[in-house]
């Protein structure tokens, strides 16, 4: 019995894995053009995994997220070879972006299933 237990856990650990931030429209939604401002931002939506100077003096904060999903059959030796799609990958990917004067002008978002 413990032995089966053991397996079990360990074969949905094995099922998901993910990291970043996702973020929620909803909340980037909330962000106000020409009055947010960058610590609004991240107040809302946690730290970004990376922060761009650009060229014309303004900031984006970019928020990115991505998740592993693997079937737990996939891991059975008899079963695994079998199945067609035994993982699948899905990722997102959030700019937000400020003028020069650290003000909200507007975000984009992309999303690979």
Do not use: H, W
Not at 4 to 23: D, E, F, K, V
Not at 29 to 43: I, M
Request: aromatic content about 8%; charged content about 20%; some cysteine.
């Amino acid at each position: 019995m413990k032995r089966y237990l053991i397996l079990t856990l360990t074969l949905l650990m094995a099922a998901c894995t993910s990291q970043g931030t996702r973020t929620d429209t909803t909340q980037v939604d909330q962000l106000k053009p020409g009055r947010s401002t960058v610590a609004d931002a991240e107040r809302l939506l946690g730290s970004p995994q990376s922060v761009t100077k650009r060229l014309d003096g303004g900031t984006t904060l970019g928020y990115s997220f991505s998740a592993v999903k693997t079937d737990p059959a996939s891991t059975i030796p008899a079963v695994g070879p079998s199945l067609e799609k035994a993982t699948t990958t899905s990722g997102e990917y959030t700019a937000v972006t400020f003028d020069q004067r650290g003000l909200f002008t507007n975000y984009s978002r992309f999303q690979r299933n």
